[in-house]
């Protein structure tokens, strides 16, 4: 049963058209930092990241940037929080480049982010040991386990 | 038929979230390291602290798994007291082995800890059955894992002379190098896997995206550029393209990965006792999807040798996930010695 709950979730590798992108870029930018750092918010007050590595983040800027939504999210991490930035600095300590479904593979932990470096489907530009801070302490992350749901669900596929 | 034995399997971790992936996958043996210096595979953010190590060794434990703590750099004069508290530390653990490299380690390890279980780390380089009933001999060592620049007959050869246990790597990225004892990541940034514990530090490295391509530098050393469809790979020395009398290539290795998945049936009738897949600076994605393919690879031999073929899905999920996305099945069936 497991197995057929976890397979109708696999996320497939795709590109959006790239129509979305020229769409999506005129839009403002601000709603996603807004959401991300909030949702980034919720997993530090669970107490989910390790202060020690928190710390190493403190007042850098980084850059989540879909390609193909166009959608790029700016925000740092100052006195404990994520904080979303208004405007995308030129050249942020760190950048993620990928398409959504890279994206979203690498957060449902259906791919490995050297698998999809590799692949050249994911880009990390800037502070190349602040990128390795932060991919791995989100591996590190042990999420909550559901009631009703039988483990990290896609790592048992 | 004779009867082959089927090797343990030892997967990767540097992470909690791994090590319980590589359980639930079928791992029959986890290996993972402490957040420092005395982990070849001292990479920001990654690896156990002490509260992460006794649930992970808790959590293996309670399905029937073993834990093998790896303190596989050489002490830094002076600071011995260090991998001297890490060695007690995993005894302190419950670890069912250290892996070590260093033999005042291991010299440290068997007075101090005699009942604590000792593995040869591919570190320390031994090559030859010499090398390893030596460390047999003088310190316990129960296992070897052997370097990855030997062919599968000269495998073989050691087998049939030690008494030692004898491990090789079946999958992942490969240093070949003297097995990490390589200057070219000290020549480029003055540390290397056995001062610091990596190999090309992060700090070190930056990508460069430029139109239609990426570079790669090592300290300002320009060590690769990939066009936009190439796949790319870690940014070390040994596997950059320089230019040599004119022509640029892979002057010293190529990227490619080890995937000994073909040799399988040979690997288990020679005698191999566990076969082991690199890996501890990946994700617990990674974990999960190496380990499941060799476990069930593994399961497939126990039903017996005649009838083993590589099934192409392994082969497309393991070569997904190999650097390069390349696969070679490394020396080990290597023409020349
Ligand atoms: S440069 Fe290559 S061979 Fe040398 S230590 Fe690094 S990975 Fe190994």
Redesign the pocket.
Known sequence: MADGFCKAFTIPGFALPSLVARVGARLPQWPHAVALAAGFNAVVRMGLLPGENLALLENRSFLIDVLDTGCRAAFTFRDGRFRPLFSVPDAPDLAFRANLSAFLQIAARQEDPDTLFFKRALSVEGDTELGLVVKNMLDAVEWPRFPGMAAPPLIRR | MPHCKIPELVCPAGSLPALKAAVDNGADTVYFGYRNDTNARNFAGLNFDRKAMVEGVAYAHARGRHVLLAINTFPQPGREADWHAAIDGAADLGADAVILADVGLLDYARSRHPGLRLHLSVQGSATSYEAVNFACREFGVRRAVLPRVLTLAQVERVIRNTLAEIEVFCFG?????????????SYATGE??NTLGA??PARFVKWEKKPGRMDTRLNGILIDRYDDREPAG?P????GRFEVNGATYYA??EPVSLNALELLPEIARIGVAAVKIEGRQRSPAYVAQATRTWRAALDALGEGPEGFTVRPAWRAELGKLAEGAQVTLGAYDRPWR
């Open positions: 990225s490969l240093c070949v190098m003297n097995e990490g004892r390589c200057w070219l990541s290397s896997p190999c090309s870690y070390t020395l040994c596997k010293l290795e």
